[in-house]
């Protein structure tokens, strides 16, 4: 194992590392999300910049050899939004009590729902000296810049236990997640379901495909009109949703320049008519990760179709073997996603602000894993499975 110096560095962009130095570091996980490419994407179209509140301070230690031997993807906030963990009324309670709780450290991807690592060693690294030097090196940041606290969100189990021990806030929550039981095929995949759920999907996939010409393009195969049509669909989702869609054009240009391969566009449209919808993956080395969704015509069931059984229909194919769909969503677990559990970490500053979170997330914790145990036993699809 090579020895880390007691140096840390702070970079304002990624681009400072480099590609190849930290990509040593993440590239080996598989996890698109933490790839050099996908972060310095998000900064060259400017939607992680200092104007959208998400100021890049990423985390760096060298080795005894003076090559970056960890790496830790760090923003400055000024708000809680595109996080997908809600800190929004701690924020509240602790201004409404004369704090300030901007400017906060975010350890994340950004806009990214997506469990990974955070804390990232090369691998020739001890990781638990990489991660005693990265987080270290936040917390004097947080200390420095006056920061209230920092959140590590979307951890590895690993990590969120790791951190928990050296003295982190704990916090864990759910998402709907479709595990491959070796399926070689979407009616492999069906015949694990009771019968009721096999005839409910079946007519779901039916009633969305009417009439329709659905597509899944990867690579070579997607081009500008089909970023231009999601781009449409996206806009329409993200302002309803959100009110601001955190991603522009550019980033999905320099996306399909930069990680066409790691893409799965699917699509939807009349037979030669323009395309009326649309579903976002990322591809990763253990699972496909769903991203974004949009449409301009309401088909009844098409959602499902794109976002939920065209992926488990493309993880089959590609021997993927998870699937993650996105945040929130108790509809999904009829469709064979079960619940699943993520989490975060955080370390805050004022300990007045510290205890009551302490004590509330003790009390999250345990009514989380209650309802996932409740959600999984009441509404499993595969729970009567009869063949």
């Not at 253990?286 to 301009?296: E, N, S």
Request: net charge negative; with cysteine; glycine share 8%.
């Amino acid at each position: 194992m090579s020895s880390l110096k007691a140096e840390v560095r702070i970079h304002r962009r990624i681009a400072d590392i480099g590609k190849e130095a930290w990509d040593a570091c993440a590239g080996p996980s598989g996890d698109p999300f933490v790839s050099f490419d996908f972060l310095d994407i998000l900064e060259e179209s400017g939607c992680a910049a200092d104007r959208t509140g998400w100021a890049p301070h990423h985390v760096s230690v060298a080795d005894v050899d003076g090559e970056i031997g960890g790496v830790m993807p760090l923003y400055l906030k000024s708000h809680s939004q595109g996080e997908y963990v809600f800190d929004h009324a701690w924020a509240d309670a602790y201004e409404r009590a004369g704090g300030d709780y901007y400017p906060k450290l975010q350890c994340s991807a950004p806009f990214s729902p997506v469990t990974g690592p955070r804390l990232i060693a090369r691998p020739d690294v001890d990781p638990d000296e990489a991660r005693s030097a990265l987080l270290g090196g936040a917390l004097t940041l947080c200390e420095r810049l006056k920061a209230s606290s920092l959140h590590v969100t979307f951890p590895t189990t690993e990590e969120w236990d790791w951190m928990g021990d050296r003295g982190l806030l704990r916090r864990q929550d759910q998402q709907y997640h479709w595990e491959n039981a070796g399926y070689a095929t979407f009616d492999d995949f069906l015949a694990a379901l009771s019968s009721n759920r096999r005839k409910t999907i079946r007519r779901e996939r039916r009633d969305a495909q009417e009439g329709l010409e659905i597509v899944a393009l990867s690579g070579d195969d997607l081009k500008p009109e089909h970023w231009d049509a999601f781009f449409g669909f996206y806009m329409d989702t993200g302002a309803r949703k959100w009110g601001r869609p955190y991603l522009n054009r550019r980033f999905f240009s320099l996306l399909h320049e930069r990680m066409a391969d790691k893409v799965l566009l699917i699509l939807a449209r009349r037979p030669d008519g323009p395309w009326i919808a649309g579903a976002l993956n990322l591809l990763g080395r253990d699972c496909l990760y769903g991203r974004h969704w949009g449409c301009t015509e309401d088909v009844p069931f098409l959602h499902f179709e794109l976002c939920y059984y065209q992926a488990i229909e493309h993880a089959i194919r590609l021997g993927l073997p998870r699937v993650e769909a996105g945040a929130q969503g108790q509809h999904k677990i009829a469709r064979g996603y079960l619940p699943s559990a993520v989490y975060s970490a955080h370390w805050i500053a004022d300990p007045a602000l510290r205890a009551p979170v302490a004590r509330y997330l003790e009390q999250e914790r345990a009514a989380v894993a209650e309802d996932m145990a409740m959600l999984t036993e009441e509404y499993s699809p595969f729970r009567h499975a009869d063949g």
